[in-house]
Nanobody
Framework: VQLQASGGGLVQPGGSLRLSCVAS????????MGWYRQAPGKQRELVAG???????KHADSVKGRFSISRDNTKRTMYLQMNSLKPEDTAVYYC?????????????WGQGTQVTVSS
C-alpha cells in the first residue's frame, strides 16, 4: 500500500477533523497530491490539491473551511477540515501523481469515511 488515508469519523455540524495521508517516499515526491471525496451517488471530486513546489488549490465548496498541507519529514499530507457541514459527508481519499484529475487514477486506497450529522 503506497497511500494510507485516516482520521475520518462522525462529527457534528460545525465541528472539525484532520485527515492524514501517509505516502511512500516515491509517491510523496509526485508533482501533484490531492484529497478527494466521493459521496453516495456522486462522482469522485477533488477537494484540495497540493503541488510539489507548494502551490495549493481548494474546491469552491470548501474554501475558507478546509486546508491542505504536508509534512515532508513524516511523508504525510493533511487535510484540516473546519466548520464541517452535512454535505461534506463522503469517503475521503488521497492520491498522488502527475495530475489532479481523479479520472486519471486507476488505483484508489481504502479511503476514510467522514460523516457530518447531528
Amino acid at each position: 500500500v503506497q497511500l494510507q488515508a485516516s482520521g475520518g469519523g462522525l462529527v457534528q455540524p460545525g465541528g472539525s477533523l484532520r485527515l492524514s495521508c501517509v505516502a511512500s517516499g516515491s509517491i510523496f515526491s509526485s508533482n501533484y497530491m490531492g484529497w478527494y471525496r466521493q459521496a453516495p451517488g456522486k462522482q469522485r471530486e477533488l477537494v484540495a490539491g497540493l503541488t510539489r513546489v507548494g502551490f495549493t488549490k481548494h474546491a469552491d465548496s470548501v474554501k475558507g473551511r478546509f486546508s491542505i498541507s504536508r509534512d515532508n519529514t513524516k511523508r504525510t499530507m493533511y487535510l484540516q477540515m473546519n466548520s464541517l457541514k452535512p454535505e461534506d459527508t463522503a469517503v475521503y481519499y488521497c492520491n498522488a501523481g502527475n495530475t489532479w484529475s481523479p479520472d486519471e487514477y486507476k488505483y484508489w486506497g481504502q479511503g476514510t469515511q467522514v460523516t457530518v450529522s447531528s
